[in-house]
Every structure is written in structure tokens, then in C-alpha cells.
């Protein structure tokens, strides 16, 4: 079977797409921000180039999460990640650069989590704090996957040979879903119950 491919988004719209989907049109010399699969008209976060134009400055859109813009910003000298709320759309996150962090967000939970030189760092939008740092073996290179009901995935490469990988987070690290983890206690008596 074959499918057809078309174009949704040409950039006739004064529209720049950017790294992980993200996109950037400028109407009315008003910048909005967004996500490729999102409604420009109806989902775009405005962004004050003006107001916000120097700490905007060498930053990159990294994300969209629960209606804000988040920004990054690499430092040299920053051995903690801080992140600073421009406006009520518009946070940046300034992180130490080695290499280019793999950010993840979904609206559905609050934590925003980001991999970068053998860290696994987690902020949370609701208190606007971080937990603190998870390390891991940096020796490969790494591309974070996500968290799914707590489980982390990350895809690693080692020697041209390729690798996911999966690690139960503390449990203060992810959004609880009652249900799942009732689904999971039940499975595991019964994997019990079987085994006696």
C-alpha cells in the first residue's frame, strides 16, 4: 500500500519551523509561537520580541507545554539549571551546554524533563522548582525517548550499535495515575499468586 504526502505547512505565512516541530509566524510584526501540529490561529502563544528581546536573545524554542513557550538558553558557566518566567507564556531555561539537551514535555503532567551530559534533570511547572539531578553513565550517546507511567526511555548508541534503554523514576519524579498503579499492584499479587 502507498500513501500520499502533502504539504500542511509551506512557510507562505512569514512561518520558520524549528527543532522537535516547533514553529514560529510572524503576523502584524507580532511573533507567535507553536507547535507544528497545533492551530497557529487558535493555539499560537504570543511572544513580545520587544519586551523580551534581550533574554530572548541566543535562545532556542525548546517546547510547548500547558499553553507557555519554553525557551533555552545554553551557559558556560551555569552548573545548575535555573529557569526564569518572562511572562505568563514565556519561561527560559538556562542550562549548562556540552551538548544539545533532549527536552520532552506533555501537557498531561507537569514536569518538563531534560537529558544533557549524563544528567536527568526534571523541572516542575506547577512549583516552578527542580527536583534534584539524576545521573547516569555518560559514556554513550544518548537520545531521551520520554516517561511513560514513570518509566523513562532513552535510545543510546555504543560502537554503531544501537540500544533503548528503561529506568523506573523515583516516584516523586512523574505525575501518578491512581488507575495504572492499581492495574500494576493487582498484576504483581497475581504474578505472586501464580508462583505459589
Do not use: W
Not at 9 to 18: D, K, P, Q, T, V
Amino acid at each position: 500500500s502507498s500513501c500520499k504526502l502533502t504539504f500542511s505547512l509551506s512557510g507562505e505565512m512569514g512561518e520558520e519551523m524549528y527543532y522537535e516541530g516547533m514553529c514560529v509566524r510572524t503576523v502584524d510584526g507580532k511573533e507567535f509561537v507553536y507547535r507544528m501540529c497545533d492551530d497557529p490561529n487558535r493555539d499560537g502563544i504570543r511572544v513580545d520580541m520587544h519586551q523580551e528581546e534581550l533574554e530572548l536573545a541566543d535562545a532556542q524554542l525548546a517546547c510547548i507545554h500547558r499553553g507557555k513557550a519554553i525557551y533555552v538558553k545554553y551557559r558556560v558557566y551555569r552548573s545548575k539549571p535555573i529557569v526564569r518566567q518572562l511572562s505568563d507564556d514565556v519561561l527560559l531555561l538556562e542550562i549548562y551546554f556540552s551538548s544539545r539537551p533532549n527536552l520532552k514535555a506533555m501537557s498531561s503532567s507537569p514536569f518538563v524533563y531534560f537529558c544533557n551530559s549524563g544528567v536527568i534533570d526534571t523541572f516542575e511547572t506547577d512549583t516552578m522548582k527542580f527536583l534534584p539531578s539524576i545521573y547516569y553513565d555518560d559514556e554513550a550517546s544518548y537520545h531521551f525517548i520520554g516517561v511513560h507511567n514513570g518509566v523513562i526511555s532513552i535510545k543510546a548508541s555504543r560502537a554503531n550499535a544501537h540500544y533503548i534503554m528503561k529506568a523506573q523514576l523515583p516516584i516523586e519524579y512523574y505525575e501518578h495515575d491512581p488507575a495504572y498503579e492499581l492495574r500494576a499492584a493487582v498484576k504483581k499479587l497475581l504474578k505472586r499468586n501464580e508462583e505459589v
